[in-house]
């Protein structure tokens, strides 16, 4: 058997309505760079080690190619097969890269949010690491900090639940593509995430420590946290 590839597929075909701007929200500047464009730049920190990176967008899309004058570049797809919700995106953006770039089912694929861009390359490679030689795969995921409430219908708490074994759910998440294709096809879009629907083949992804820094740009007051995390980092490097 060939050795397994690793693939990148970032769905990028949201609207962003939560996120209250113009447009959709991943085209959004942040730092003086669309934010898709953070999100891209960490993986192609590390582009030697993908056989191929895709940017999942909706056939209607008319920002991409403002926001990534210079995308795709070698080894890099732009599918523009997004579908209604993030499952059917995913599910496109599989099929449609095995056709564009040649990717096997055994192949690995890391699908990441367009909306996450503060991840890092270290945090990328620390999930290959551990999920290379895994037999399902795994996600990264920050281990919850606060008290977890249970509202009654009346917004009022009608419990506490423990956290001591509670993970906040983040992206990347790797599998198979074999394996993630057929677990989505089978789950139907009510699924919000990959690891949901390995699990429904009856599968128990690794989970691999994340970070804090690592959330997903969902509503305004977030977009102002990553402004001050990616400058913070630009001065850091400097």
Known sequence: MTPSRLFVLIPCAGSGSRAGGP?????QRL?????????????RALASRFAGIALVVSPQDREVAAALPRFPAE??????????????TVRNGLVALKQAAGAGPHDWVLVHDAARCLVTPTQIEALIAACEHDAVG??????????????????????????ADKW???????FRIGMLL??????????????SAIEGLGLAPLLVPGSAQNFKLTYPEDFALAEALLQSRRGAST
């Open 182 to 195: 057929d677990a989505l096809e089978r789950a139907g879009d009510a699924v919000t995430d990959e690891a």
């Open 75 to 88: 080894g890099e797809h732009l599918l523009q097969v997004g579908g209604a919700t993030r499952a059917a």
């Open 23 to 27: 447009g959709p929200k991943q085209y």
């Open 31 to 43: 730092a003086g760079r669309p934010m898709v464009r953070h999100t891209l730049e960490a993986f």
């Open 168 to 174: 906040l759910a983040q992206t990347p998440q790797m």
């Open 138 to 163: 795994g996600l990264l995921a920050h281990r919850l900090p606060d008290t977890l409430k249970v509202a009654s219908p009346e917004g009022r708490v009608a419990g506490t639940l423990t956290r």
